[in-house]
């Protein structure tokens, strides 16, 4: 017996013992630990590529926003400490565009609400069609944002496109608040039909008896989309509110072809953009990115905690 | 549903709203094709459609269709699309078989990662992923963009397919257990042609997904050797220098469009099902 082979079989021995001891704690049987092990094993790749693509850049995120780290000038690279934080929040910069980004977000998401609720009414309601309404309403869904971004900018160009023309031959795109509202459009046409298809999930689950039994009770249609259908679906508009929040927050592709930023209408996620590829200036750019980073864990804690809603796929364990 | 009994009333008032929904979603993609199939002087005509016949060209699509800046970029986004949303239905089909049917610890932290991903901001990863790939040599390569999007996909195909594979019948899988199947040959033999309906959904809405994807596509390539499609869009100066490139443009945007208006037309009823069904029961 080689030496090597005498340290393989004390291993091995050593292994088994460990093993036993392992198995001794939790009482788990030999099919338990063979479906742990392969619950893990079948989960590896998943969780490698996600942390890779995640948690690690954003770990390193942090590490380059305390260093002052421009491309154009690699040997000024050094530590520090939160001065790169101090010079965005100190930055007018910063928060107009949050000041944007929010203005944005909270009228898209306001009306793709109540767009996707009608949206919704009709796609479930609907007596004939009901498959070319579908289909109709997954194009803007499915289209790319870029391609639909553009067809808005030439609509709102003046002497091109039919939308100016409609009203006097107005450049809207070259105006703060008026580019603004044509983001908003934009957004609103490309996110209703996800937000209908979401509630009408949620309007499938609303039972027709009950809708029935309120109406022989003498309930207008009024009364009971107020206190049968909209409390049923409460956990279904939470979530899609929660996603189409964080969706628009991060608005970048609309602002970037219709108006570049330009005028004051850049988000967050254009500013951080600007920061990085126009200013080169990745240290400045980090810390921009772990902000927004933070508003992002801030609206999704408020949405958890204020509104009470269950974390989409939250009873996926139960099983 | 309401179909029983209806007024004619009721029913011309559910027609308008079918109507007006159609074309809400519709008047801006054929304003598209409208505005790609009119010759640059009919583009400085701000009606709808191109009136009259001398307004109509296909040079728009013969241009982008004989430039490399525009055929390279389509096909980097077809070779990009494709293996990323295999890759991430493998992996995602794999993770979601084991949320769904397996007990372990640690499940929990997977779908807590996986809804943290999903609502990510991709900006806060677009200046350390620049920076990594930079140094990695996988900036304006394939596989630099081929990563982020799989890691993207992966919440997404967890999702889906978690729902879908607790919706299968898994006595057929203890009953290929009891037959003498190991977990892995149950897994395989028997659950995966069952969950097929729900693996061809979810590669759907990853693949939409990466189709659609812009930020990354712009920040980690720099040539046509890696550049997708819509970033491709930022970067056009028409098929000549002299030429406004509004025309190609809207050509080059109808292509990008018509793969999706086609999955859209096949595959509504599993779009419909894939978005809602991990949304459904929160």
Same mark, same amino acid.
């Given at each position: 017996?080689?030496?090597?082979?005498?340290?393989?079989?004390?291993?091995?021995?050593?292994?088994?013992?460990?093993?036993?001891?392992?198995?001794?704690?939790?009482?788990?049987?030999?099919?338990?630990?063979?479906?742990?092990?392969?619950?893990?094993?079948?989960?590896?790749?998943?969780?490698?590529?996600?942390?890779?693509?995640?948690?690690?850049?954003?770990?390193?995120?942090?590490?380059?926003?305390?260093?002052?780290?421009?491309?154009?000038?690699?040997?000024?690279?050094?530590?520090?400490?939160?001065?790169?934080?101090?010079?965005?929040?100190?930055?007018?910069?910063?928060?107009?565009?949050?000041?944007?980004?929010?203005?944005?977000?909270?009228?898209?998401?306001?009306?793709?609400?109540?767009?996707?609720?009608?949206?919704?009414?009709?796609?479930?309601?609907?007596?004939?069609?009901?498959?070319?309404?579908?289909?109709?309403?997954?194009?803007?869904?499915?289209?790319?944002?870029?391609?639909?971004?553009?067809?808005?900018?030439?609509?709102?160009?003046?002497?091109?496109?039919?939308?100016?023309?409609?009203?006097?031959?107005?450049?809207?795109?070259?105006?703060?608040?008026? =580019?603004?509202?044509?983001?908003?459009?934009?957004?609103?046409?490309?996110?209703?039909?996800?937000?209908?298809?979401?509630?009408?999930?949620?309007?499938?689950?609303?039972?027709?008896?009950?809708?029935?039994?309120?109406?022989?009770?003498?309930?207008?249609?009024?009364?009971?989309?107020?206190?049968?259908?909209?409390?049923?679906?409460?956990?279904?508009?939470?979530?899609?509110?929660?996603?189409?929040?964080?969706?628009?927050?991060?608005?970048?592709?609309?602002?970037?072809?219709?108006?570049?930023?330009?005028?004051?209408?850049?988000?967050?996620?254009?500013?951080?953009?600007?920061?990085?590829?126009?200013?080169?200036?990745?240290?400045?750019?980090?810390?921009?990115?772990?902000?927004?980073?933070?508003?992002?864990?801030?609206?999704?804690?408020?949405?958890?905690?204020?509104?009470?809603?269950?974390?989409?796929?939250?009873?996926?364990?139960?099983? | 549903?309401?179909?029983?009994?209806?007024?004619?009333?009721?029913?011309?008032?559910?027609?308008?709203?079918?109507?007006?929904?159609?074309?809400?979603?519709?008047?801006?993609?054929?304003?598209?094709?409208?505005?790609?199939?009119?010759?640059?002087?009919?583009?400085?005509?701000?009606?709808?459609?191109?009136?009259?016949?001398?307004?109509?060209?296909?040079?728009?699509?013969?241009?982008?269709?004989?430039?490399?800046?525009?055929?390279?970029?389509?096909?980097?986004?077809?070779?990009?699309?494709?293996?990323?949303?295999?890759?991430?239905?493998?992996?995602?089909?794999?993770?979601?078989?084991?949320?769904?049917?397996?007990?372990?610890?640690?499940?929990?932290?997977?779908?807590?990662?996986?809804?943290?991903?999903?609502?990510?901001?991709?900006?806060?990863?677009?200046?350390?992923?620049?920076?990594?790939?930079?140094?990695?040599?996988?900036?304006?390569?394939?596989?630099?963009?081929?990563?982020?999007?799989?890691?993207?996909?992966?919440?997404?195909?967890?999702?889906?397919?978690?729902?879908?594979?607790?919706?299968?019948?898994?006595?057929?899988?203890? =009953?290929?257990?009891?037959?003498?199947?190991?977990?892995?040959?149950?897994?395989?033999?028997?659950?995966?042609?069952?969950?097929?309906?729900?693996?061809?959904?979810?590669?759907?809405?990853?693949?939409?997904?990466?189709?659609?994807?812009?930020?990354?596509?712009?920040?980690?390539?720099?040539?046509?050797?890696?550049?997708?499609?819509?970033?491709?869009?930022?970067?056009?100066?028409?098929?000549?220098?002299?030429?406004?490139?509004?025309?190609?443009?809207?050509?080059?945007?109808?292509?990008?469009?018509?793969?999706?208006?086609?999955?859209?037309?096949?595959?509504?009823?599993?779009?419909?099902?894939?978005?809602?069904?991990?949304?459904?029961?929160?």
């Amino acid at each position: 017996m080689s030496v090597g082979q005498a340290v393989g079989t004390l291993a091995a021995s050593d292994s088994t013992e460990a093993d036993a001891g392992r198995r001794r704690k939790p009482r788990l049987s030999e099919g338990a630990r063979a479906e742990r092990k392969l619950g893990w094993l079948l989960c590896a790749p998943a969780v490698v590529v996600m942390i890779a693509v995640t948690a690690f850049p954003v770990g390193y995120a942090i590490y380059l926003s305390l260093e002052r780290y421009n491309l154009e000038l690699p040997t000024a690279t050094k530590f520090i400490g939160f001065s790169n934080y101090a010079a965005v929040l100190s930055s007018p910069y910063w928060w107009h565009a949050l000041v944007v980004t929010l203005v944005i977000t909270a009228i898209s998401v306001a009306v793709t609400l109540v767009l996707g609720m009608i949206l919704a009414t009709v796609m479930h309601r609907t007596l004939f069609g009901r498959g070319a309404i579908r289909t109709a309403a997954l194009i803007p869904y499915g289209i790319v944002t870029v391609a639909a971004a553009y067809g808005w900018q030439y609509a709102w160009t003046p002497s091109t496109g039919y939308l100016s023309a409609a009203f006097n031959n107005s450049a809207p795109l070259t105006s703060e608040f008026k =580019a603004i509202g044509v983001i908003i459009l934009a957004e609103i046409w490309k996110t209703t039909p996800f937000m209908g298809l979401l509630l009408l999930a949620g309007l499938s689950l609303v039972p027709e008896d009950l809708q029935k039994a309120a109406k022989v009770d003498g309930a207008t249609t009024w009364q009971r989309f107020i206190r049968i259908t909209l409390p049923l679906m409460k956990p279904a508009i939470l979530v899609a509110l929660l996603f189409r929040t964080l969706d628009s927050f991060r608005i970048f592709d609309n602002i970037f072809i219709l108006t570049s930023g330009n005028n004051g209408t850049g988000s967050v996620s254009i500013l951080g953009w600007d920061n990085l590829f126009n200013a080169l200036n990745l240290g400045l750019g980090s810390a921009i990115s772990i902000l927004v980073f933070i508003c992002v864990v801030i609206i999704a804690f408020a949405f958890i905690k204020g509104f009470g809603a269950a974390a989409p796929g939250s009873d996926i364990g139960k099983r | 549903m309401a179909a029983a009994h209806t007024t004619p009333r009721q029913k011309v008032g559910w027609g308008t709203a079918n109507l007006v929904v159609l074309a809400l979603a519709l008047i801006p993609v054929i304003w598209m094709v409208s505005l790609s199939v009119k010759t640059p002087a009919a583009i400085l005509d701000p009606s709808f459609f191109p009136v009259h016949a001398s307004q109509w060209t296909w040079g728009n699509y013969s241009g982008i269709l004989h430039t490399s800046q525009f055929i390279r970029p389509l096909v980097n986004s077809i070779g990009i699309g494709l293996i990323s949303t295999f890759i991430a239905v493998v992996l995602a089909s794999m993770a979601a078989y084991a949320v769904a049917r397996l007990q372990f610890p640690g499940k929990g932290v997977l779908i807590g990662m996986a809804l943290l991903i999903a609502m990510f901001p991709a900006i806060a990863l677009v200046t350390p992923l620049f920076s990594i790939e930079r140094s990695l040599g996988l900036f304006n390569t394939w596989p630099g963009l081929i990563i982020p999007y799989v890691a993207f996909g992966l919440p997404l195909g967890i999702y889906t397919l978690s729902a879908f594979f607790r919706e299968i019948p898994w006595e057929l899988e203890k =009953a290929a257990k009891v037959d003498g199947a190991t977990p892995f040959q149950a897994f395989i033999k028997v659950i995966a042609p069952l969950a097929a309906p729900g693996m061809v959904t979810t590669a759907i809405l990853v693949f939409l997904a990466c189709w659609n994807e812009f930020l990354f596509a712009l920040s980690f390539t720099s040539t046509i050797a890696s550049r997708t499609a819509p970033a491709s869009l930022a970067f056009f100066s028409g098929s000549s220098q002299f030429t406004v490139p509004t025309g190609p443009i809207a050509a080059a945007a109808v292509v990008i469009t018509v793969p999706i208006i086609i999955f859209v037309v096949f595959f509504q009823r599993r779009i419909v099902a894939g978005l809602t069904s991990g949304a459904v029961k929160g």
